[in-house]
Antibody
Framework: EVQLVESGGGLVQPGGSLRLSCAAS????????MHWIRQAPGKGLEYVSA????????YYANSVQGRFTISRDNSKNTLYLQMGSLRAEDMAVYYC????????????????WGQGTLVTVSS | DIQMTQSPSTLSASVGDRVTITCRAS??????LAWYQQKPGKAPKLLIY???SLESGVPSRFSGSGSGTEFTLSISSLQPDDFATYYC?????????FGGGTKVEIK
């Protein structure tokens, strides 16, 4: 069974840092690009960042470019999001998600999501 | 970035009703569109990919159609478990972008 379990969320002051983790199991983690998507309280979904299966080619939303860093450790089946210079508008539930694959190709829609971890930015 | 616009934002319906949700893209996305269902406190669940392909395990009362810039998600006979918020998402170009959501409420 595919499982994605996020951790690391919590309360942080504006300007602070936090590292999120996403532990994957039930599939060959090293074969899939992975994404972070967030959802502010009562709001819609927003793409945050992506990383290739091998750990290269990181992509970031303009809203987090230069402040967030995505990485992965395929030996530990874990995805990370290092968040810095946090702002009130970064407050959200952060989900890790797996790209879906069909017919030998993979696409940036998501067939498995974690349960999410809440990041609260407040003084 | 490609903008995705969903309508309506809220929909009130009864069990057994047929409901349709519309999603429009600001430019052509071919058929690279997904639909998700989200319930309060839960992660989104993939329902439809490539505009009309039903994800494994999703009931056949859900269907998707469209191409280019206009898409629809239909539920043929609304069930109690279907009251939720639905999102469309384009993956034709980076970054992937989502519609604002449609909340399906009990009438």
């Amino acid at each position: 069974e595919v499982q994605l379990v996020e951790s690391g969320g919590g309360l942080v002051q504006p300007g602070g840092s936090l590292r999120l983790s996403c532990a994957a199991s039930g599939f060959t983690f090293s074969s899939y690009a992975m994404h972070w998507i967030r959802q502010a309280p009562g709001k819609g979904l927003e793409y945050v960042s992506a990383i290739s299966s091998a750990g290269g080619s990181p992509y970031y939303a303009n809203s987090v470019q230069g402040r967030f860093t995505i990485s992965r450790d395929n030996s530990k089946n874990t995805l990370y999001l290092q968040m810095g210079s946090l702002r009130a508008e970064d407050m959200a539930v952060y989900y890790c998600a797996r790209r879906y694959c069909s017919g030998g190709s993979c696409y940036s829609a998501y067939d498995y999501w974690g349960q999410g971890t809440l990041v609260t930015v407040s003084s | 970035d490609i903008q995705m616009t969903q309508s309506p934002s809220t929909l009130s319906a009864s069990v057994g009703d047929r409901v349709t949700i519309t999603c429009r893209a600001s430019q052509s996305i071919s058929s690279w569109l997904a639909w998700y269902q989200q319930k309060p406190g839960k992660a989104p669940k993939l329902l439809i990919y490539k505009a009309s392909s039903l994800e494994s395990g999703v009931p056949s009362r859900f269907s998707g159609s469209g191409s280019g810039t206009e898409f629809t998600l239909s539920i043929s006979s609304l069930q109690p478990d279907d009251f939720a918020t639905y999102y469309c998402q384009q993956y034709n170009s980076f970054p992937p972008t989502f519609g604002g959501g449609t909340k399906v409420e009990i009438k």
